[in-house]
């Protein structure tokens, strides 16, 4: 019954315009906000809030802003273009902080909008400053939510205690999901598949935030998004045994069993790929509505891990010495392009994220 309910909304979502979907999440980001005061005690208050996140998350939409604090990584994913990139003129750096005051002077043109820490390839916690930065901008008027993706590699005491007061000067409750991207089951998973032996570094890191969570009374959505090798079978409950060991009541699990690609992206054989969509591909991709702010002051449109490929930058809207006015010029051009023309940018090409635009 309950997986009805949740498939019936995921569905009703699903059909809302990226304004709606805005209003509905910003809204039940204010309700989690405020029943999390309540906590703890009350057990009627978790499935609420659990219910707010569900909520929160589905409402994502197409049209957020992926904002990348540093596109250097500590990881070497075999699902990722970085360690090819690195073979290239590509500058690898942390965001300034003269970039990230002229980012905040063009907030003016977005309302209500997400912002996801997330950057294209690197990791948001190896930027010397990632919680001043990220503060800056989740107190803006204009942000109505945001969000982070790390590896949790970085994710020590030290950085707990900087989330912390992060979390604690986020009055309006804004950020109230974190994403962690974790390497299957197993040490040689995670190696295999992260090229790094970080797998019981990540366990503790995550063992020490989730019992500082509950000292501090936060009720913070913690999503495990669980890479795994070909052939290796998901399991919740076996992934909750491993990484949840402090039983934090606001995790979420999802598997990865298939992996995005493009024909651009050279593949491994260690994981499985999606297949591209049989769907007609004559509307633009949705994705290209979102706005990426990366490290070195450019401005992307889309910004997942496959926007970006070695040596190519063709969903680049242009940079911060551009007026906002041009940037959507280049944004409505490529979509002119590919939906008039059938024009489409490389990336995009044999992309098996592609989402039609509504
Ligand atoms: S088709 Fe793929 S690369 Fe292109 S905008 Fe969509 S998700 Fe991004």
Not at 61 to 67: H, P, Q, W
């Amino acid at each position: 019954m309950k997986r009805k309910i949740k498939v019936i909304l995921e569905n009703y979502l699903k059909r809302l315009s990226d304004n709606q979907s805005d209003k509905v999440s910003n809204a039940f980001t204010f309700i989690k906000s405020k029943l999390g005061s309540i906590y703890p005690g009350l057990s009627i208050v978790r499935p609420l809030i659990r219910l707010c996140d569900f909520i929160i998350v589905r409402g994502n939409g197409n049209r957020f802003i992926e904002f990348e604090l540093s596109n250097i990584c500590n990881a070497r994913c075999v699902f990722c273009p970085y360690p090819d990139m690195l073979r290239t003129d590509k500058k690898f750096m942390h965001m300034n902080e003269q970039t990230l005051d002229r980012i905040v002077g063009s907030f003016q043109h977005f309302k209500g909008v997400l912002v996801s820490f997330t950057p294209t390839t690197g990791d948001t916690l190896l930027h010397p400053e990632w919680d001043k930065y990220i503060h800056s901008i989740i107190q803006l008027p204009q942000v109505g939510r945001a969000t982070m993706f790390t590896n949790a590699i970085e994710l020590d005491l030290e950085a707990i205690d900087r989330l912390i007061v992060l979390l604690r000067r986020d009055r309006k409750g804004k950020f109230s999901q974190l994403y962690l991207s974790l390497g299957g089951y197993s040490r040689d998973s995670y190696k295999n598949l992260y090229q790094v032996d970080r797998f019981e570094k990540v366990r503790g890191n995550i063992d020490a935030l989730f019992k500082r969570l509950k000292l501090e009374k936060i009720c913070l959505g913690v999503h495990f998004h669980i890479k795994l090798e070909k052939g290796v079978e998901p399991n919740t409950d076996l992934a909750m045994n491993i990484y949840n060991r402090e039983k934090y009541p606001y995790v979420y699990v999802s598997h990865s069993v298939s992996y995005f690609s493009n024909d651009a992206y050279k593949r491994n054989a260690l994981i499985d790929y999606y297949s591209e969509s049989s769907e007609d591909h004559s509307r633009a991709c949705a994705y290209l509505n979102k706005t990426r702010f990366a490290a070195d002051g450019s401005i992307w449109a889309d910004g997942c891990v496959i926007s970006e490929m070695p040596d190519d930058a063709s969903l680049k809207l242009g940079n911060l010495d551009l007026g906002w006015e041009t940037l959507e010029a280049k944004r409505n051009e490529l979509v002119s392009n590919w939906e008039l023309n059938r024009e489409i940018p490389q990336p995009c090409k044999g992309c098996t994220m592609y989402r039609p635009r509504k």
